[in-house]
């Protein structure tokens, strides 16, 4: 069964921590991203890579970086988290440059206290 | 830009009857996809239907089907004997070619609650 593994559910930091969102997928795709969504906002992009090495900003790129080191490894990094950080982070592959549909890891919930 | 638009926050339905939920795109690529998702309580994102801006047919899978309209820009999902496990959250996506290639946009979102 494919799948994108998001490595914690539930996460609470305090304001000014470093945080690190870990996302693994295990189907050989090119393309990963990383979404926040929020009641009344929708998904909105963070950022995207379509390669090793390869990132892209998003919508709401700050205060946010990723890394990609490996293919099929996303990570998402909050240097200094803030309250307004708070939010439910998506996690998603896709297949190249065709019409694929985004497959989704489960979540992680993050609360900066 | 890329934009997509769902007007209903939260929308009520009857157990076995069908429902649209309204989708409105705005892209000035000349190809483009466009997904719907449910998010159920649990909060996992399930795919459900694909539509492709050069497609001829409307898209259908099973109880889903996308009304699709090409010159109004609007790709609705239908949900047809609509059943209690339906309730979730549903997601109108795109992703375009040229100005945002790799990049999936979402809509809002539409609450659904079917009703027994």
């Known amino acids: 069964d494919v799948k994108v593994t998001q490595s914690s559910r539930y996460l609470v930091k305090r304001t000014g921590e470093k945080v690190f969102l870990e996302c693994v997928q295990d189907?050989?795709?090119?393309?990963m991203f990383w979404y926040r969504q929020d009641p009344g906002l929708g998904l909105r992009l963070i950022y995207f890579?379509?390669?090793?090495?390869?990132?892209e900003k998003g919508d709401i790129p700050e205060g946010y970086s990723v890394s990609r080191e490996k293919k099929e490894r996303f990570s998402l990094i909050l240097e200094s988290a803030s309250t307004n950080q708070t939010s439910m982070y998506l996690c998603?592959?896709?297949?190249?440059?065709?019409?694929?549909?985004?497959?989704f890891g489960e979540g992680s919930r993050l609360t900066v206290l | 830009a890329q934009k997509i638009t769902q007007t209903q926050p939260g929308m009520f339905v009857q157990e076995k009857e069908a429902v649209t939920l309204d989708c409105t795109y705005d892209?000035?690529?000349?190809?483009?996809?466009l997904f719907w998702y449910k998010q159920p309580s649990s909060g996992e994102m399930i795919f459900l239907i694909y539509?492709?801006?050069?497609?001829?047919q409307n898209a259908t899978e099973g109880r889903y089907s996308l009304n699709f309209q090409k010159a109004r820009k609007s790709a609705n999902l239908v949900i047809s004997a609509s059943q209690l496990g339906d309730s979730a959250m549903y997601f109108c996506?795109?992703?375009?070619?040229?100005?945002?290639?790799?990049?999936?946009?979402f809509g809002t979102g539409t609450r659904l609650k079917v009703l027994a």
């Open positions: 998603a592959s896709s297949f190249g440059l065709a019409f694929r549909e985004l497959f």
């Open positions: 892209t000035s690529d000349p190809s483009y996809g």
């Open positions: 189907m050989d795709h090119e393309n």
């Open positions: 539509q492709g801006s050069y497609d001829q």
């Open positions: 890579s379509y390669d090793v090495k390869m990132k």
């Open positions: 996506a795109m992703r375009g070619t040229t100005s945002g290639t790799y990049k999936y946009i």
